[in-house]
Structures are given as structure tokens and as C-alpha cells.
């Protein structure tokens, strides 16, 4: 897994960088293009933390509807729904942590997607 390190992962919103992996963390730049959304979604094994960097982000958080501008933080716990939409002309920038006992890609149940 270490060879995914700083290589960009293309997604229909935009993409996405992992800069470091641990055991039980990973961190990941994400760029949501401008009127972009992931797809609503939750994770059976991890929790997330997102701290924007650039950008205002439109978080879907369970029944919660929530903005989150430049340095403001959010975290998302195992099995709670959740998206982050980008309604802006720029791209949207996030810190993206992920923490648990089993963190992988295939841990991502997706709800509704583009």
C-alpha cells in the first residue's frame, strides 16, 4: 500500500492525494471541483475528520445540513451518513483523516451517487 503515497486518484468530483498511512490512520488531500458533490454515503469500519483549507463546503452530516468555511473542522463518526458538496466557482480543498481498525477504499457504502 505504501506505493499510493502522493499518487492522485481521479474521481468524477474531482480527486484525491494520500500523503501518509499508518495502521490505524491515513491522511488525504481531497479537491472537490467547483459544483461537484461525493456521493452520500457512510463507512462500516472508520471514522473521518475533514478540516477545510480552501473553499466553503456544504456537509451533509446525518439529518444535519452544515457549511464549513476555510480552517473550520468537522468530524464524521463510523456509520454516520454523510457528503461533502463544493457549490462554489473554485475548487474545495480538505484535510481528510480517517481513523480505525480497517481503513480501505472498499470500506465506503454509497447511499446515492452522480
Same mark, same amino acid.
Given at each position: 500500500?505504501?506505493? #499510493?503515497?502522493?499518487?492522485?486518484?481521479?474521481?468524477?468530483? =474531482?480527486?484525491?492525494?494520500?500523503?501518509?498511512? #499508518?495502521?490505524?490512520?491515513?491522511? +488525504?488531500?481531497?479537491?472537490?471541483?467547483?459544483? #461537484?458533490?461525493?456521493?452520500?454515503?457512510?463507512?462500516?469500519?472508520?471514522?473521518?475528520?475533514?478540516?477545510?483549507?480552501?473553499?466553503?463546503?456544504? !456537509?451533509? +452530516?446525518?439529518?444535519?445540513?452544515?457549511?464549513?468555511?476555510?480552517?473550520?473542522?468537522?468530524?464524521?463518526? +463510523?456509520?454516520?451518513?454523510?457528503?461533502?458538496?463544493? +457549490?462554489?466557482?473554485?475548487?474545495? !480543498?480538505?484535510?481528510?483523516?480517517?481513523? =480505525?481498525?480497517?481503513? #480501505?477504499?472498499?470500506?465506503?457504502?454509497?447511499?446515492?451517487? !452522480?
Amino acid at each position: 500500500m505504501k506505493n #499510493s503515497i502522493n499518487k492522485v486518484v481521479d474521481r468524477p468530483w =474531482g480527486n484525491f492525494r494520500t500523503i501518509f498511512i #499508518s495502521d490505524n490512520f491515513t491522511i +488525504k488531500i481531497l479537491k472537490i471541483n467547483p459544483n #461537484s458533490q461525493i456521493s452520500l454515503q457512510y463507512h462500516k469500519n472508520r471514522s473521518e475528520h475533514w478540516i477545510v483549507t480552501k473553499g466553503t463546503a456544504n !456537509i451533509t +452530516k446525518g439529518d444535519q445540513t452544515l457549511i464549513l468555511n476555510e480552517n473550520e473542522s468537522i468530524f464524521i463518526k +463510523k456509520e454516520e451518513i454523510h457528503r461533502i458538496e463544493n +457549490k462554489q466557482q473554485d475548487d474545495l !480543498i480538505i484535510v481528510e483523516v480517517q481513523t =480505525g481498525d480497517k481503513i #480501505s477504499e472498499n470500506d465506503i457504502v454509497r447511499l446515492d451517487d !452522480i
